[in-house]
């Protein structure tokens, strides 16, 4: 049964698809001994998830293929992790840079992209990117999008620096919609998920002097996903990076580039390869204060008194950041944006994260210079107070008195 399946799959696939299956056919013959018939039964579930992937990043696809178009099909929505599914569907749109402006996009199958070996973004790392999230909604009916305004301005903001033409805000948020209602079927069920939405800002004509490139590329792309740490909810173990930095004055730490993440990934890999969930940096001069986490914000709290490090260009400005600080504020809290030293750190009684992908998360630990320190968390805390607020305003579980939310229908 599972050959018979397999075979009807594989008429189904593309000629370079067709290569691959053979290539995996082999390969599960190697290792399973008992001809592809076993090695496809024993491969099971796997198996079919793997051509539920191909089928997904087929660019085009005839419609006999889409009979699980109202469901996820193969996902496991109860084990979602921060991992990559591909979807059906990708948005595109092109500008030149003579023309300077975006006109119109269109929704692609999702599949693989051409590019110039010469293309700016490859050479150069002219690019950007942005992550928001779609939520499905209480009567699991609609679909709700949280301040995606916030991201259409941090895209256009970080395109000037890049040099870059950008999509405006209404470009952007239509797009969004495009792409979420188009991969509807990958919308987890309200409580499991979310669909995590990535835009992109990419310089894709080529050049080979350096110079910004002659044509851009709008792409959005999007992927179901669960919690963004391993550790899920559980509050995180963070490590203090002190040879290493992300951002530094007058650098590209304040915008969403591509170019930030790459040289960070070391400092990641090996607070990993010890226990830790991510690494905390500290600026690039003094080697004292506190900046953020690879991916997100950094607050403490002492006394009631909140803080968070000013968002002065080494900071990324985080659309969660600036949420929680207002929601802080509401519920009587005094924020303070400042410098924040690595003693504010060693003394305060409750750290946090936040980002589009993590949420609120509660930090019990971090480790600097070989020390490590611990904090509150769970029942009480402030961090759990704001997660439950937040997310049950990006849920559309709480009434939305800030306008936040944008609904799609
Ligand atoms: C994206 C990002 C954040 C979080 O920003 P949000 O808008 O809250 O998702 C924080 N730090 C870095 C380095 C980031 O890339």
Redesign the pocket.
Known sequence: MAAAAASSAKRALLPWARDAHHALARALQGCGGGGLRGALQMAGSRWSLLQCRWRSSLPQLDSADRSDEESGGEIDWDNLGFGLTPTDYMYVMRCSLEDGVFSRGELSRYGNIELSPSSGVINYGQGLFE??KAYRTANQQGYMLFRPE??AR?MQHGAERMCMPSPSVEQFVHAVKQTVLANRRWVPPQGKGALYIRPLLIGSGPILGLAPAPEYMFLIYAAPVGTYFKEGLAPINLVVEDSLH?AMPGGT?GV?TIT??APVLKAQMDAKSKGFTDVLYLDAVHKTYLE??????LFIVKDGVVATPATVGT????????SVIELARDRGYQVEERLVSIDDLIGADEVFC????VVVAPVSSVTYQGHRYEFRTGQDTLSQTLHTTLTSIQMGLAEDKKGWTVAID
């Open positions: 992550g928001l916030e991201n941090r992300r730490g969403k930030n993440y953020e986490a690879s991916s997100c914000n900071i990324l400005p985080g659309i969660t950041r600036k936040t980002g589009t992908a």
